[in-house]
């Protein structure tokens, strides 16, 4: 299985993916180290990415998406996956059995307070109400959805819970 967890910045994608890699012992990929240079600088000058900006690099994840999925491994990936198409592309024609997306919200002042609380080399914390204005939330049906307003660990109990429902964990 793929998972992939998704939502703003702030939400702890990379704090949880870290965390639960340990557990399962599959690998993590931070989707934003494979950002062109170049959406990374627009992102620390507090300018949005757009569609445009987007399409290679989700191009980039769907490529290493595949590569695990065809290989028949699990693996974690950290990615906004804001809208319904950038899942679709990430997703591609796998099963929802093969690639699951995991989205992880909180209130708005949550958020902003993990951000504020944070070092990231390109995130600009101003960016969160775009990125709340983007984010499609996904149905249950689509993703799971994963409160981080509480501790990391009583996250990452929902996130293994939801594992162990669909035979993922032991």
Known sequence: MILILMGVSGTGKT????????????P?????????AANKAKMAAGHPLDDNDRAPWLAILHGKIEEYAQRG???IMACS???????DVLRGDLSQDTVRFAVLTA??????????????????PNLLTSQ?????????????????????QQ???????????????A
């Open 73 to 75: 491994e699990g693996m």
């Open 107 to 124: 209130p708005k002042e949550t958020i902003a307070d993990h951000l504020h609380h944070r070092a990231h080399e390109f995130m600009n």
């Open 81 to 87: 996956a804001l809208k319904a198409s950038y899942r």
């Open 28 to 36: 993590f990929l931070d989707g934003d180290d494979f950002h062109p």
């Open 15 to 26: 704090t949880l993916g870290t965390m639960l890699s340990k557990e399962t012992g599959w």
């Open 155 to 169: 996250s990452l109990d929902q996130l293994n819970a939801k594992l162990r429902e669909v035979g993922a964990l």
């Open 132 to 152: 709340l204005a983007t984010l499609e939330d996904p149905s249950e049906d689509e993703a799971w959805h994963i409160s981080v307003a509480g501790t990391t």
